[in-house]
């Protein structure tokens, strides 16, 4: 996947980025409430400590992780993605693309495609899982013409799927499914 632009640096958040990341995610809740399950409002009074656990990194080898984009190293955070992998048996095959935002002096940039590629290299490398999955606004054409760019494909829509001050806002559901190589598929 090639990027737009390669001197944008992605790497996998730590402890160390709570705060930072927090601020760029009400950022997106704020700028874009119709694109988030999760309200600017209940993200605030939860508080940045409700991400320390994904932070700590126990689980990234398994599928949960949070990535950063940055435009150079030592530069502001820019984008962010996560990938939070399902914990029910019948499910562990399936992950989903979380909280993707591309803060707007990233946009244009290949922050976004960046993020995305290097989420989808870190799923091809993990045991046993087969299918990304994600929701995206009906009505978000760049963000969906994103995500087929890199190989995700919708597969349905949920009507109302999210309410904003009475506004009900349809969402597609898209899929990318992991390629098998030989000796992955040992979930």
Known sequence: MPLDNPTVVIRQLGPADRDEYFQLRLRGLKAHPESFGQS???????GATQYETILQGARAAEGDVLLGAYLATGTPLIGIVGLIRSQRDKER????????????????????????????????????????????????????????????????CEVGALQVGGVFYDADLMAWFVQPTSGRDRA
Request: hydrophobic share 40%; glycine share 14%.
């Open 93 to 156: 095959h399936k992950a989903s693309v979380v909280g993707m935002y591309v803060a707007p002096e990233g946009g244009g940039r290949g922050a976004g495609r960046a993020l995305l590629a290097e989420l989808l290299t870190r799923v091809a490398q993990i045991d046993g899982l087969r299918q990304i999955q994600l929701m995206v606004g009906s009505h978000n054409e760049a963000a969906r013409k994103l995500y087929e760019s890199v190989g995700f494909r919708k597969y349905g």
């Open 40 to 46: 600017y409002e209940e993200n605030l009074a939860k």
